[in-house]
């Protein structure tokens, strides 16, 4: 569940994921930016040759993996082109409805890895997490 309707990082999420991940997570993160690069060209190449069924697996695995991180927004337009690209295989009619949505797949897909890189990079400074005094341990270290 997102934090609020719109949403485009579920933090929540996220830290829960870079928990469970553990050290794993900064190389799995990027398996995420690869694969999303790759899952949107598919989708854009599906969307020009009006082809709905090369839209399904790559729109599937982009919600998956966006979800997995709490990218809620990405996730939610790979889901609503997964969608309407299933019940337009069932109908046999391209969803030519789906343009608007498709166009912004990649511009969410850059907004949401520029905050999630921003968040993994160790050199910028941190939001404080739930429930902590803002800027714990920010100035470990410092003179």
Do not use: C
Request: glycine content about 6%.
């Amino acid at each position: 569940m997102t934090e609020e309707p719109g949403t485009i990082i579920d933090w929540a999420m996220f830290s829960r994921t870079r928990t469970e991940l553990g050290p794993a997570f900064v190389r799995i993160i990027g398996y995420f930016r690869e694969d999303g690069e790759k899952s949107i060209a598919k989708i854009e190449d599906a969307m020009q040759r009006k082809d709905a069924t090369a839209l399904v697996i790559p729109a599937h695995t982009l919600k998956s993996e966006a979800r997995q991180f709490g990218a809620e927004l990405l996730g939610e337009i790979a889901e609503e082109i997964e969608f309407a690209a299933r019940r337009a295989i069932e109908m046999r009619l391209f969803p030519d409805n789906l343009i608007p949505t498709a166009a912004r797949l990649r511009p969410a897909y850059h907004e949401t890895i520029a905050l999630l890189e921003k968040e993994i990079n160790p050199l910028v400074e941190r939001r404080p997490a739930f429930g902590r005094a803002a800027g714990h341990n920010q100035n470990f270290g410092r003179l």
